[in-house]
């Protein structure tokens, strides 16, 4: 009743009802007007607030590190993507806004305490013009029994190819070579970070903080250069593309001379486009794809424990990728390659767990250095590389006086393992590392 009446109510008072809903719209839409307005107020100063914030992000956040407990969980990085300046998503330890990308540096391993032979430590300074050899405990250099090379011929480069070809005599106690390379890796970057692993190899053996890589002073050609023994106009590798299998690549590299002498190879790299560098029938055992340093660490430990091939060549490939990330000898790079020290000091254990060690003469080295964000000029910083070899009767403690070029790194190898040097090659064994023979 109650309800019908007010229905009845309302119909008769139709006309001021409109009225008062006229009003009442008149004053709701007043009102939706201020709540909009307000709004849109609201929304602005939280636009305004958030882009501030951002840009205090942006302009805070290089210097932060953040460290983060548990381990880090490695993301696969997409297949062909290797390009240097490819920068791949590693997970967040280190959460930097720059880019979009976040970009995350594992976390370091657990490495062991510097031993007491850290203290014999060759200081690596860059500019200083190379000191004589001395050593302590080296007999008289033996000349190299030699053999004039026919084939011979002047390179571009300021390189000592004077010198004849040293045949190779097979090694008293060399059995295995492994070759590390240290994507990017500046030897100044050495001094300025811990690693005791380096410290320890550098104390062990024969050191140059001034070797050269080729120009261009990228990527690819300088590993072709590393492992062909020969300059880019020479073996034809003179671009940084990723990996579609041609054009192809002249010979003979380390791997293939090497694999044609009998001996077992085995590659590991965490940069796709190096498989350029693999020549038919040539590496008995390979991992190649784009992946990260402790990926690359992992299939070298497998190999390794599976059984040492006489030539290993590894290559990690997050030094570089950090340093185009964030700068050459940037903090974050310096960790990088305080880590893969880490890396190394592990595949060493291996080396001495698996008996190998005793036989093995080990070069560790990098591709090129860097500047800036990049590298790839004709600059000291790009160019200069440490080279580092550990092995029988590789003397201790030695600063390499020598100019070494990468190319030199290919016929060293070879020297050491017997194989004859192809004719081909521009490099040239760095003979002062084979002093005590
Ligand atoms: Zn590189």
Redesign the pocket.
């Known amino acids: 009743m109650s309800h019908f009446l007010r229905l009845h109510t309302r119909f008769g008072n139709r006309h001021s009802d409109r009225n008062q809903r006229r009003h009442h719209s008149k004053t709701q839409r007043h009102l939706l007007f201020q709540t909009g307005s307000l709004i849109i107020w609201l929304l602005a100063i939280l636009l305004l607030a958030g882009c501030t914030a951002v840009a205090a992000t942006d302009s805070a956040a290089p210097a932060e590190v953040v460290q983060v407990d548990q381990p880090p969980a490695i993301p696969s990085p997409a297949s062909g993507s290797g390009g240097?300046s490819a920068v791949l998503a590693i997970p967040a330890q280190i959460t930097l806004a720059p880019t979009a990308t976040p970009f995350t540096l594992p976390e370091q391993a657990a490495t062991a305490e510097p031993t007491a032979t850290a203290t014999l430590v060759v200081v690596s300074t860059p500019t200083p013009p190379p000191a004589p050899t001395a050593t302590a405990t080296s007999t008289p250099t033996p000349e190299p029994t030699a053999t004039p090379s026919p084939t011979d011929t002047p390179t571009p480069v300021a390189v000592a190819v004077e010198e004849p070809t040293p045949t190779p005599v097979p090694s008293a106690g060399i059995r295995y070579v492994v070759i590390i390379s240290v994507?990017?890796m500046r030897p100044d970057a050495i001094d300025r970070t811990d690693t005791p692993t380096f410290d320890r190899l550098i104390a062990q053996g024969a050191f140059s903080p001034r070797a050269q890589t080729i120009i261009p002073s990228?990527?690819l050609p300088?590993h072709a250069s590393m492992l062909t023994g020969m300059l880019p106009e020479h073996n034809g590798l003179l671009w940084g593309m990723p990996y579609i299998g041609w054009p192809g690549l002249n010979g003979p590299t380390l791997m293939s001379a090497a694999h044609d002498a009998g001996l077992s190879t085995g590659m590991v790299f965490g940069k796709h486009k190096l498989n350029y560098l693999v020549l038919p029938n040539s590496v008995d055992q390979l991992f190649g794809e784009d992946a990260h340093d402790p990926d690359v660490r992992d299939h070298a430990l497998e190999i390794i424990r599976g059984g040492l091939p006489n030539v290993l060549f590894i290559h990690f490939p997050d030094t570089?990728r950090v340093g185009h990330a964030y700068g050459w000898l940037s903090e974050n790079q310096l960790y990088a390659v305080s880590y893969v020290d880490g890396l190394i000091g592990e595949i060493v254990a291996a080396l001495e767990e698996e008996g190998y060690w005793q036989n093995t003469l080990l070069i560790v080295t990098a591709?090129?250095g860097g500047h800036g964000h990049g590298h790839g000029d004709d600059s000291p910083e790009d160019r200069t590389i440490p080279w580092l070899a550990v092995g029988p009767g590789v003397p201790q403690g030695v600063t390499i006086g020598s100019p070494i070029n990468t190319f030199d790194t290919a016929a060293t190898a070879a020297y050491a393992l017997g194989i004859p040097i192809p004719e081909n090659w521009d490099g040239r064994p760095v003979m002062e590392i084979f002093q005590s023979r």
């Open positions: 240097d994507d990017g990228v990527t300088s570089d591709d090129h």
